[in-house]
């Protein structure tokens, strides 16, 4: 089973930038794609950004379009999301997922989930 784990979150003022990073413990060979989610307090999760693993393919939600990038590197196993011009309303915690559906918008199409790195934007 493969593990994630987020690192990279934090604290900015409203234009800043952050780039939590994912780690993939095993080979993700069964993996289509890597996404990354956000859940706000009192909130749904929401799709944010996915990539897929062959291909590098993206894939944004329209609120970080011109914002927001994911990238990645496929010999660390490693997805980034950069993330500029961060908007007091991107406050979340924000979960890494990967998954061998042709899906990429629903969280039902990730098998794996990490734990969740807090990003907190202040205006």
């Known amino acids: 089973q493969a593990q994630l784990v987020e690192f990279g979150g934090g604290s900015v003022q409203a234009g800043g930038s952050l780039r939590p990073s994912c780690a993939a413990s095993?080979?993700?060979?069964?993996?289509?794609?890597m996404g990354w989610f956000r859940q706000a307090p009192g909130k749904e999760r929401e799709f944010v950004a996915a990539?897929?693993?062959?291909?590098?393919?993206?894939f944004y939600a329209d609120s970080v379009k011109g914002r927001f990038t994911i990238s990645r590197d496929n010999a660390k196993n490693t997805v980034y999301l950069q993330m500029n011009s961060l908007k007091p309303e991107d406050t979340a915690s924000y979960y890494c997922?990967?998954?061998?559906?042709?899906?990429?918008?629903?969280?039902?199409?990730?098998?794996?989930w990490g734990q969740g790195t807090q990003v907190t934007v202040s205006s």
């Open positions: 997922a990967a998954g061998s559906s042709k899906l990429v918008y629903s969280s039902y199409a990730y098998d794996y």
């Open positions: 095993r080979r993700t060979f069964i993996i289509d794609k």
């Open positions: 990539i897929t693993w062959s291909g590098g393919s993206t």
